[in-house]
């Protein structure tokens, strides 16, 4: 499978991303979303140490 083309985004994750959004947590979202964008793109896997 070839990551760098497309990857599945369920709802449920983008729902999170809102809620941290209308929470005003942006940088929170910004991590949170670029976790899930590297880890369905490239397979990168945040370390144990990350929150997100």
């Given at each position: 499978?070839?990551y760098?083309?497309s990857?599945?985004?369920y709802?449920s994750?983008?729902?999170?991303f809102?809620?941290l959004?209308?929470a005003?947590k942006?940088?929170?979202?910004?991590?949170?979303i670029?976790?899930i964008?590297?880890y369905?793109?490239?397979g990168g896997?945040?370390?144990?140490?990350?929150?997100v």
């Amino acid at each position: 499978m070839n990551y760098k083309q497309s990857f599945f985004l369920y709802e449920s994750v983008y729902a999170q991303f809102e809620r941290l959004l209308e929470a005003d947590k942006l940088e929170d979202a910004s991590c949170y979303i670029d976790a899930i964008m590297r880890y369905g793109l490239y397979g990168g896997v945040p370390d144990d140490e990350d929150e997100v």
